[in-house]
């Protein structure tokens, strides 16, 4: 079955970075685009960005413009997120989904998602 | 941005009775080329990422049960829910992807019997 995988929990300091991934599986993973959303405690869903597998061509979010950098490896069907300067306002789940829309060009609902990645950040 | 404001932010609803949740966008998200509406609603339980239930504003998703429906079009969405069952408990988010400059979600709407 299609299914995401994201790495554990993280625990870091104001002003570090933090690298997840998101490896895939159950599909083709160059045909669809993968998405980042994060969830703060309590609060909402905020996107963050998407890549295409196919080509490795990303759109950010402006306010995570020049801080968020995402990747995949092809090779690996895994595609990874790393936030830098991080703050306490980022700490949140992180989740990656995927875009079953293919002809969208990343303009899709997601589906599925990954479980989620807890990421703390804390002095 | 399009600015996705869901009404109302939290509603009680009891057992068997209709529930409504409205969504609109602060820009139509009909895409006039397709006429399709690039609008979503999700569904997230505690501790769950959120499960997607409805897209292009009313087809509803493989294996959702069928007192789930969406309408609407442009910039005015409603999800309605026929007969509340107890596992519809949950936060009820709609999501344009319209843009993906950014794509965007509504604040969500906390559904409790």
């Known amino acids: 079955q299609v299914q995401l995988v994201q790495s554990g929990t993280e625990v870091k300091r104001p002003g570090a970075s933090v690298k997840l991934s998101c490896k895939a599986s159950?599909?083709?993973?160059?045909?669809?685009?993968v998405h980042w959303v994060r969830q703060a405690p309590g609060q909402g869903l905020e996107w963050m960005g998407v890549i295409n597998p196919n080509g490795g061509t990303t759109i950010y979010a402006q306010r995570f413009q020049g801080r968020v950098s995402v990747t995949r490896d092809t090779s690996t069907a895994t595609v990874y997120m790393e936030l830098s300067s991080l703050r306490s306002e980022d700490t949140a789940m992180y989740y990656c989904?995927?875009?079953?829309?293919?002809?969208?060009?990343?303009?899709?609902?997601?589906?599925?998602w990954g479980q989620g990645a807890l990421v703390t950040v804390s002095s | 941005d399009i600015v996705m404001t869901q009404s109302p932010d939290s509603l009680a609803v009891s057992l068997g009775e209709r529930a409504t949740i409205n969504c609109k966008s602060s820009q139509s998200v009909l895409y006039t080329s397709n006429n399709k509406n690039y609008l979503t609603w999700y569904q997230q339980k505690p501790g769950q990422p959120p499960k997607v239930l409805i897209y292009w504003a009313s087809t509803r998703e493989s294996g959702v049960p069928d007192r789930f429906s969406g309408s609407g079009s442009g910039t005015d969405f409603t999800l309605t829910i026929s007969s509340l069952q107890a596992e519809d408990v949950a936060v009820y988010y709609c999501?344009?992807?319209?843009?993906?400059?950014?794509?965007?979600f509504g604040q969500g709407t906390r559904l409790e019997i």
């Open positions: 999501q344009q992807y319209y843009s993906t400059s950014p794509i965007t």
């Open positions: 989904a995927r875009a079953p829309n293919v002809y969208g060009s990343g303009r899709s609902w997601f589906d599925p």
């Open positions: 159950g599909y083709l993973f160059t045909s669809y685009y």
